[in-house]
């Protein structure tokens, strides 16, 4: 089974991007998947979540408005809008399938971690 996260780079402040979730091995279809983040010297920490029929999302309130989470199921894939960067959205972004269905918002929910990519944004 694996995660495998896509989509980070270099931006500008106010730039945006989209990051991708790609799963193989199983679905997780029936799984809450989310995202998180750790920037250097910092815990990792929550950004977005979606439950497993994509009815419910949460978000860290710093993103909210600026970043948008979704899934494909028939690609078994997951997504983030990521809108207006910030300096401080500058970290390494982990897509993360949780035990549960509902919403996931902390890392002892998660089951699989996917490799990470690296957000730089530059002021």
């Known amino acids: 089974v694996q995660l495998q996260a896509s989509g980070g780079g270099l931006v500008q402040a106010g730039g945006s991007l989209r990051l991708s979730c790609a799963a193989s091995?199983?679905?997780?279809?029936?799984?809450?998947m989310g995202w998180f983040r750790q920037a250097p010297g910092k815990e990792r920490e929550f950004v977005a979540s979606i439950s497993w029929n994509g009815h419910i999302t949460r978000y860290k309130e710093s993103v909210e408005g600026r970043f948008t989470i979704s899934r494909g199921y028939a690609e078994n894939t997951m997504y983030l809008q990521m809108n207006t960067l910030k300096p401080e959205d500058t970290a390494v972004y982990y897509c993360?399938?949780?035990?549960?269905?509902?919403?996931?918002?902390?890392?002892?929910?998660?089951?699989?971690w996917g490799q990470g990519t690296l957000v730089t944004v530059s002021s």
């Open positions: 993360a399938a949780a035990r549960g269905s509902a919403v996931v918002s902390t890392t002892t929910s998660v089951i699989y």
């Open positions: 091995g199983r679905t997780f279809n029936n799984n809450a």
